[in-house]
């Protein structure tokens, strides 16, 4: 979020500097334009008006000088008459001879005692090049008394003349004195910028003849480079001038070499534009106001609620509490409930399969206990021990070995999964041994299918429900009445199952109910482990689906019918089941089925009590 | 400590908001503040409309249109010290951010101005204040009266080779109680001092009626005049040759004492520059008005001595200002 305030503070900053830039470039276009038009025109005023200038001095020269002798009254008429109607633009017409003397002048004013014309640059110039007209910088009128006691600035226009005097002609010149402010106020009209820019003329050589400071560039508080800039061509200069960077618009005056200069300082193309420059910066402390709005939101609603879930799910898997962090938006909120809830769930199937486990080995440690039952050992030996006393040795024998077979299967290498074979065995060894300590008060008898030998089976399943049977079923039975234990088993579809079945005592309907249920059942004789725990281990291994089934009426007999999968006994599938893994079917499917693992967990806590 | 966290990262967001958001308050107020009022000057000086003040009147201008400030030349005549006050009034009641002004002749002045202007910046002009006043405590922009005087008195010397003995000189001096004319006359005697001059006799405030039969019974082989306005009088009298072949010399700032010294009615002059005094002036007052905090400063205006083949030189020319 950081990174995208900082992108979106650069960028607008950068598009504000853009525009900003573009802007000034196109006002500045725009001043320079404008300040070209502004010199093209007045550059135009000024010309037509030395223009009409010029034209009075022709035609005082050629209407009148030269037509007129001298001595005719009529020329100063008619120069008066022209000086009449010029008169707003001009402060005098005077005539002189070649040697300075005053011929005619009007307005009629007389002549200062000694103004040495002859020595003035305008009588100069024009005598010096008879051919052209000249026209003066402007300069205090020095020839007239004037009874107000003022003084004129002009601009003068002089020429050479032929004098018609008494029918002879001589040399003199013509001075057509241009009242200055006429140029003065063309030039003032163009100088009423408040930006800093500025017009002025100056002559070729770069003498002032206007300028908005030209009294104190007189003075000398004020510079100008008019010398450089009466050098240059018409055209646009940029240059530096006192620290100062400006563009310069210069344009000759025809007629008189006369320079018509524009000068824009850089601060002007600025000056109409600050606004331009608060607005581009009030842009971006806007967009950064929003920003921060914008970041601390997203920040509060989706960054920071991320965060403290990442953060919450890291101190989870570091071993801490699962306190799942639950805020922010309504999809952060329900990510963190389906984290908490998926680490509830991980943690509840943790904990059952450390229960399974627990169970497991309890149930593994109950069989245990019963493949080393003390009693049925004791009574086994002591059994084998009177058949040696007695001589027995033959049936002795016979016992020694059928009990080491079941001691054997027993064992079974640690394992407790085995072939329904050796499960067959087992019992068989136990019923033989079962048969000579009871003097074959009952008999038994295996129908089993050969095929289901190669299966897998939960090991001592049949032991303990024939050890029941004997008990609680024929034990107690005379030789005469036939007490029977039948042992069958099958393959049914996908199942093996497996019966014990007596013609015993058999037991009250709600007692065979029990019997798989409660686990307060105190067995008064045997190994101690009941039915409840052979339906258990089955059940932990296959699931809930398995098991055992007690079917019971009393003196009639007792049938425990015990049905698993059937899987083939190979030590691939061996090692699976014991690991908890039904061959082709999902760990947790078996796992959901939380009622068979309930009930060995509730079995196991309340423990099985000999 | 995560809540403190937390609670310190409120704190610097609300922080910057608040900063920015007085930013952006505050370029608004910019933005729309619309033009600021031109403050504005109000220049008063005796005879306002005289051709002294001319070359004065376009260094004023010059340096409000450079500084792109109002200024208001007020229209007098005579000024005494109570109608100097009721003017002074007039103007900052109409508005004037600070005045230019030419002490009248009198005493009483300089308390006048104080107690008139209060907070108003004012720039004296011309002179400190009348003779015998106190010392002024306001900033002064003039010539060094003193020095003109001695410069008239070293421009006599130098027209006669420094010899003056048994030469006589009059005084024309009609404003005694203005600090400048005391000045300028003490430069002018201290300058003359050691040369043989005497000064045969002294005009203060004498009726113009009476100068004539002075010039004629008591005739003077020079006449010193102190101020613009005697030495246009005593030119007017020599054009009018009622001063009996006395050459003139002055102090003097005006097209028309100029026009005097075209037409040898004059000898020579001392000028003081009055652009330089009107562009200085305001340049000062400029700066207060731009800057509050600053200090008006006085300072000396230069003069020069002119002589008749001066006058149209490019030097001097720019002596001759518009009317």
């Known amino acids: 979020m950081a990174a995208f305030t900082v992108v979106s503070v650069v960028l607008t900053v950068a ?21 070209q038009s502004v010199v093209m025109q007045t550059r135009e005023n000024l010309e037509d008006y030395l223009v009409s200038m010029r034209r009075i001095s022709d035609a005082v020269n050629f209407n009148v000088v030269s037509e007129i002798d001298l001595t005719d009254p009529a020329l100063e008429q008619e120069m008066g008459l022209i000086y009449e109607s010029h008169k707003d633009h001009l402060i005098s017409i005077a005539l002189y001879d070649g040697s300075g003397s005053l011929l005619a002048a009007v307005p009629v004013i007389s002549q200062k005692a000694d103004p040495d014309v002859t020595r003035q640059g305008w009588f100069i110039d024009a005598m010096d090049e008879i051919e052209n007209m000249h026209f003066s910088t402007p300069h205090v009128q020095n020839l007239f008394d004037d009874a107000t006691y003022s003084y004129h600035w002009v601009i003068s226009l002089s020429r050479a003349v032929e004098i018609t005097d008494s029918e002879t002609t001589r040399l003199g010149v013509l001075l057509v004195d241009m009242n200055y402010s006429a140029v003065s106020q063309i030039m003032e009209q163009i100088n009423r910028n408040e930006n800093g820019q500025y017009y002025y003329l100056c002559d070729g050589e770069g003498n002032i003849i206007w300028h908005p400071k030209q009294i104190l560039i007189r003075e000398g508080y004020a510079k100008e480079d008019s010398a450089a800039a009466a050098a240059r061509a018409d055209g646009v200069y940029r240059e530096t001038w006192q620290g100062e960077k400006r563009e310069l618009v210069i344009r000759s005056i025809s007629y008189t070499g006369w320079k018509l200069v524009g000068v824009i300082p850089d601060s002007s193309f600025s000056y109409g534009i600050i606004n331009v420059q608060y607005f581009a910066i009030l842009q971006c402390i806007l967009t950064l106001m929003m920003l921060l709005a914008v970041n601390r939101i997203v920040a509060g609603r989706i960054s920071r609620p991320i965060l403290r879930l990442n953060d919450s799910v890291a101190a989870y898997e570091a071993g801490e509490k699962p306190a799942i962090y639950i805020g922010g938006s309504a999809e952060i909120r329900h990510l963190g409930r389906s984290v908490q809830h998926s680490y509830e769930q991980i943690d509840s199937l943790m904990r059952q399969i450390v229960e399974e486990q627990s169970e497991r080995r309890r ?16 009574n086994t030996l002591d059994s084998i021990t009177w058949m040696v006393e007695g001589g027995r040795n033959e049936e002795a024998v016979y016992m020694i070995s059928e009990l080491a077979k079941l001691l054997r299967i027993s064992l079974s290498g640690g394992h407790t999964i085995i072939r329904i074979g050796d499960e067959l065995q087992h019992s068989r060894s136990y019923m033989n041994i079962q048969k000579m300590r009871y003097r074959d008060r009952f008999r038994v008898e295996f129908q ?11 090991k001592l399943i049949l032991q303990p429900i024939l050890e029941n049977a004997i008990y609680y079923g024929v034990g107690d039975m005379d030789a005469e009445d036939g007490g029977k234990i039948l042992v069958s088993g099958k393959k049914e579809e996908e199942d093996i199952v497996l019966t014990v079945e007596d013609n015993g005592a058999g037991m009250p309907e709600e007692m065979a109910a029990r019997v798989l249920t409660d686990s307060t059942i105190v067995h008064r004789r045997g190994s101690g482990v009941g039915l409840l725990n052979v339906n258990r281990r089955i059940q932990l291994i296959f699931g809930a689906a398995y098991g055992l089934r007690v079917e019971s009426e009393p003196d009639c007999g007792t049938r425990v019918t015990v049905r698993f999968p059937a899987v083939p006994f190979t030590a691939e599938n061996q090692k699976r089941l014991e690991q908890g893994k039904l061959p082709g079917q999902e760990e947790t499917q078996r796992k959901q089925d939380g009622t068979a693992e309930a009930q060995v967990a509730q079995s196991t806590r309340n423990g099985v009590q000999t | 400590m995560k809540h403190d966290r937390k609670k310190d990262t409120r704190m610097l967001f609300l922080l910057a908001e608040l900063v920015l958001g007085i930013a952006a308050a505050g370029m608004l107020a910019v933005m729309f503040s619309g033009e600021k009022e031109t403050p504005k000057a109000a220049v008063i000086v005796s005879q306002s409309d005289s051709g002294q003040w001319s070359a004065f009147v376009a260094g004023i201008k010059q340096a409000a249109s450079d500084r792109n400030i109002d200024v208001v030349i007020s229209s007098t005549g005579w000024l ?33 101005l104080r107690e008139t202007a209060g907070n108003v910046p004012v720039m004296l002009v011309g002179a400190g204040t009348a003779a015998g006043d106190a010392a002024p405590s306001f900033p002064v922009m003039m010539a060094d009266n003193y020095a003109m005087g001695e410069a008239l008195a070293g421009m006599i010397r130098e027209d006669f080779a420094g010899k003056l003995d048994g030469r006589t000189v009059g005084l024309v001096s009609r404003t005694p109680d203005a600090a400048d004319a005391a000045d300028r006359e003490r430069g002018f005697l201290d300058g003359m001092k050691g040369t043989g001059c005497t000064v045969q006799w002294t005009l203060r405030g004498t009726d113009e009626d009476k100068t004539e039969a002075i010039y004629a019974e008591n005739r003077v082989d020079l006449v010193a005049a102190l101020n613009t306005g005697d030495l246009e009088a005593a030119g007017t009298d020599a054009e009018a040759r009622r001063i009996h072949g006395a050459l003139v010399y002055g102090i003097a700032s005006s097209t028309k004492a100029l026009y005097f010294l075209d037409h040898d009615n004059v000898e020579g002059l001392v000028f003081p520059n009055g652009f330089e005094l009107g562009y200085r002036s305001f340049a000062e007052v400029a700066e207060k008005l731009e800057h509050g905090s600053y200090r008006m400063q006085s300072g000396d205006v230069s003069f020069r001595t002119l002589r008749r083949e001066d006058l149209f030189s490019g030097e001097d020319e720019v002596l001759f200002m518009p009317q």
């Open chain 1, 15 to 35: 598009v504000s500097l853009i525009l900003y830039n573009r802007f000034y470039a196109a006002s500045r276009e725009a001043t320079v334009r404008s300040a």
């Open chain 1, 363 to 378: 149930s593994e440690f109950d069989a245990l206990q019963s493949q080393i039952n003390p009693h049925f050992l004791y």
């Open chain 1, 448 to 458: 089993t299918e050969k095929d289901i030998e190669e299966f897998c089976c939960v």
């Open chain 2, 80 to 112: 005494t010290v109570e109608e100097e006050r009721a003017l002074m009034q007039q103007e900052m009641d109409s508005g004037a951010d600070a005045l230019i002004v030419q002490p009248a002749p009198g005493t009483g002045t300089e308390r006048m």
